[in-house]
């Protein structure tokens, strides 16, 4: 599966919009944009996934680009809970996971 | 409904001793997973589950480790003899359907096993 590259830490104003960005240059046509994040203490939890076309539910917005080399994950109005380890992630299955480091995002009040 | 369970939610060993951790995955799903996770690290693949038949076991570290499922419903990953660097917190992910889909995984929280 293709590897990611995020930014290791982002703050962001309590909320304001939290724009996480991710790369992934070498996605394969058949992989899907996976987020997870993970608050302290708990385990990973789903946010969104998309493969070609943006992507919105209760949670977040995925903008993928055209070309599928980057995505950003949109969280429109961050809270103080909000803040956790985001991890992006690509596969072609939900269930074949390579998490990496992640982002660290915290949302400062 | 109830999620994923993972117990104890901390255990502390002595070097050389056998560990069991249980997972409790959400009722009906298919697909259970076995993470490791150290420290300011990522969580990392070791074992996938598709009912009773554990299909990849190519993330256990060492043969010290096993996994089981032979119900296909309730998981115990075991560690025997175990050795400091095992220290990790260990996170279950049960999925509705099977490996390669799209259904998302559900953690549990994960047991912290520190081993002194």
């Known amino acids: 599966d293709a590897k990611t590259t995020q930014p290791p830490s982002m703050d962001c104003a309590e909320g304001r919009a939290a724009n996480l960005p991710c790369n992934h240059s070498?996605?394969?046509?058949?992989?899907?944009v996976y987020w997870y994040r993970q608050i302290h203490s708990q385990g990973p939890q789903y946010i969104i996934h998309?493969?070609?076309n943006n992507e919105t539910n209760e949670m977040a917005s995925l903008i993928i680009t055209e070309d599928r080399k980057s995505s950003t994950l949109i969280l429109p109005h961050a809270t103080l809970r909000d803040t956790a380890v985001y991890y992006c992630?690509?596969?072609?299955?939900?269930?074949?996971?390579?998490f990496g480091t992640g982002t660290r995002l915290t949302v400062i009040p | 409904g109830a999620g994923v369970s993972q117990s104890p939610r901390y255990k502390v060993a002595k070097r050389g001793q056998d560990v069991a951790l249980r997972c409790d995955p959400i009722?009906?799903?298919?697909?259970l997973f076995w993470y490791q996770q150290a420290l300011g690290q990522g969580p990392e693949f070791l074992t996938y589950f598709q009912n009773e038949a554990q299909l990849d076991k190519s993330g256990l570290p060492s043969d010290r480790f096993f996994a089981e499922r032979p119900e296909g419903s309730v998981s115990t990953l075991k560690i025997q003899r175990t050795q400091q660097e095992d220290s990790a917190v260990y996170l279950c992910a049960s999925s509705l359907l099977v490996r390669k889909t799209n259904s998302p995984l559900h953690f549990g929280n994960g047991t912290r096993l520190t081993v002194t």
């Open positions: 070498t996605i394969s046509g058949n992989e899907y």
């Open positions: 992630i690509v596969s072609t299955g939900a269930n074949n996971l390579f």
């Open positions: 009722s009906g799903h298919v697909s």
């Open positions: 998309g493969l070609k």
